[in-house]
């Protein structure tokens, strides 16, 4: 395993939209393996691959309870709605407060290529749609309702520091 370099806003491969993966083999189960180790390094709760320039639909997320890793995700249903400050690995330095779904199911792949299903809710869907936005070349902040200041974030607002 190895640590990959984060790439910030300003890189336009973020901007860029990820394709499918169609080989389950070593190398998919090495970029795992490495944005794993990248995400908990940043101490971040989620990493999606395009954070390390690698333009596949591929995402690794930990918010608590054991890494989950998605490959080819695909959002099936949402309900609810839940508004919290978000951060982003790519996004170093700022907050913003972002309106995302309560309840989120996900259709994806394992690391061997297993169908898989997972129903989440509060923070774990928060962090699935930010992370999926990711491979769609969207930041939470083309989202957010507004910008929230560091002297803002000691009145009790929650963080969320994914990586996306």
């Known amino acids: 395993m190895a640590l990959r370099k984060i790439i910030h806003i300003e890189d336009e491969l973020l901007r860029k939209k990820s394709r499918p993966v169609e080989r389950f083999d070593a190398?998919?189960?090495?970029?795992?393996?490495?944005?794993?180790?990248t995400m908990y390094a940043a101490e971040?709760?989620?990493?999606?691959?395009?954070?390390?320039?690698?333009?596949?639909?591929v995402v690794v997320m930990d918010c608590g309870d054991g890494l989950i890793e998605m490959v080819n995700p695909e959002i099936v249903a949402t309900s609810g709605e839940q508004e919290d400050?978000?951060?982003?690995?790519?996004?170093?330095?700022?907050?913003?407060?972002?309106?995302?779904?309560?309840?989120?199911?996900?259709?994806?792949?394992?690391?061997?290529?297993?169908?898989?299903?997972?129903?989440?809710?509060?923070?774990?869907?928060?962090?699935?749609m930010h992370e999926t936005d990711h491979l769609d070349g969207r930041l939470y902040v083309d989202i957010m309702e507004r910008e929230i200041f560091e002297d803002e974030e000691s009145d009790g607002e929650e963080e969320l520091e994914e990586n996306e």
């Not at 190398?27 to 180790?37: G, I, S, V």
């Not at 709760?45 to 320039?53: E, M, N, R, T, W």
């Not at 407060?97 to 690391?111: A, C, E, S």
């Open 85 to 128: 400050a978000e951060g982003c690995l790519s996004v170093p330095g700022r907050r913003g407060l972002v309106k995302r779904p309560m309840n989120v199911t996900v259709r994806f792949k394992d690391r061997t290529g297993a169908a898989c299903e997972l129903e989440a809710e509060g923070l774990l869907a928060r962090c699935i």
């Open 27 to 37: 190398k998919l189960a090495h970029l795992l393996d490495d944005m794993a180790e």
């Open 44 to 57: 971040g709760v989620g990493l999606a691959a395009p954070q390390v320039a690698v333009l596949r639909r």
